[in-house]
């Protein structure tokens, strides 16, 4: 099985700082990665599916990047709504993976 | 507007069985795959089972491999999972979500919550 290692598991930043979260595969899984936020309560979103591509209705300070076995989430201003936990998740090759999440909170 | 309406969880003892639905409206059910994901009560989300979209390959995560079985009847706009051998580790709020062109998982049920207690 693919593992998936987020990091860092928890943050905390100021409104507008810049955020990175990085997400690391066990071996290449190409760019089949989503990124999704969960704020608690409520039902994932998918933020950003093929490692880069922003879903509609996303805010653009959100983006990702990355390929082969190391990807990043940016938020590039930090707001407050963005308080939440990010996974990420390959879907390269079966089962399908998330990582444990980041919590991230706002300062 | 696309939604997927869960039906079914609650609470089970161990070693029980138990079938969730998710009914799916506002988009072509029979073109997109769908999967089940699961969250444990305080923890991260889990991948358990897909289907492709007219039903012919099914995949699971070892954790339910032989317990469950993932189906669909696209007549019915329908997705099911049904689980036998219900241990204490199921116990988690159950989503059913859809697999966007891109492969991640767009859409997702409300969650229905499943406790595996005696």
């Known amino acids: 099985d693919i593992q998936m290692t987020q990091s860092p598991s928890s943050l905390s930043a100021f409104v507008g700082d810049r955020v990175t979260i990085t997400c690391r595969a066990s071996?290449?899984?190409?760019?089949?990665l989503a990124w999704y936020q969960q704020k608690p309560g409520r039902v994932p979103n998918l933020l950003i599916s093929?490692?880069?591509d922003l879903e509609s209705d996303v805010p653009f300070r959100f983006s990702g990047s990355g390929s082969g076995t190391e990807f990043t989430l940016t938020i590039s201003s930090l707001q407050p709504d963005d308080s939440a936990t990010y996974y990420c998740?390959?879907?390269?090759?079966?089962?399908?993976?998330f990582g444990l999440g980041t919590k991230v909170e706002i300062k | 507007e696309v939604y997927l309406v869960q039906s079914g969880g609650g609470l089970v003892e161990p070693g029980g069985s138990l079938r969730l639905s998710c009914a799916a409206s506002?988009?072509?059910?029979?073109?997109?795959?769908m999967n089940w994901v699961r969250q444990a009560p305080g923890k991260g989300l889990e991948w358990v089972s897909y289907?492709?979209?007219?039903?012919?390959?099914?995949k699971y995560a070892d954790s339910v491999k032989g317990r469950t079985t993932i189906s669909r009847d696209n007549a019915k706009n329908s997705l099911y999972l049904q689980m036998i051998s219900l241990r204490a580790e199921d116990t988690a709020i159950y989503y059913c979500?859809?697999?966007?062109?891109?492969?991640?998982?767009?859409?997702w049920g409300q969650g229905t919550l499943v406790t595996v207690s005696s």
């Open positions: 979500a859809r697999v966007s062109g891109g492969g991640g998982s767009d859409c």
């Open positions: 506002g988009f072509t059910f029979t073109n997109f795959e």
């Open positions: 289907i492709n979209s007219g039903g012919t390959i099914k």
């Open positions: 071996q290449s899984i190409g760019g089949w």
């Open positions: 093929k490692a880069s």
């Open positions: 998740q390959q879907y390269s090759s079966y089962p399908w993976t």
